[in-house]
């Protein structure tokens, strides 16, 4: 089983950029695909980005397009997901979470998540 942590979660000023980081151990993190959800204070849990096992194929929420971008490295069992100019109604804890299934963007059917990073985006 995979475990994923999230890190790189902070306060920024609208207009700025964060960098998430999500880390994986456990066997099999090659095999997964991997995306990134936001869930602001009383909302569902919203996709974002999510990338392909082999980083060839990468799907983006149509808000976020151009403005983030997902990365992976399975050498590290590494993904990251570049934020920039970033408006308030990005706030929200931004989780990873692994998939089998290609093309997903719905929460129930990811399998392991982590628990989260906060981003604030506020002046």
Not at 14 to 22: E, H, K
Not at 107 to 121: A, E, I, L, M, N
Request: with cysteine; proline share 4%.
């Amino acid at each position: 089983q995979v475990r994923l942590v999230e890190s790189g979660g902070g306060l920024v000023p609208p207009g700025g950029s964060l960098t998430l980081s999500c880390a994986a151990s456990g066997r099999g993190f090659s095999n997964y695909a991997i995306g990134w959800f936001r869930r602001a204070s009383g909302k569902e849990s919203e996709f974002v980005a999510s990338i392909s096992w082999s980083s060839g194929t990468t799907d983006y929420l149509e808000s976020v397009k151009g403005r983030f971008t997902i990365s992976r490295d399975n050498a590290k069992n590494m993904v990251w997901l570049q934020m920039r100019s970033l408006k308030p109604e990005n706030t929200a804890v931004y989780h990873c979470a692994t998939t089998c299934i290609r093309g997903n963007r719905e929460p129930g059917r990811f399998d392991s998540w982590g628990p989260g990073t906060q981003v604030t985006v506020s002046s």
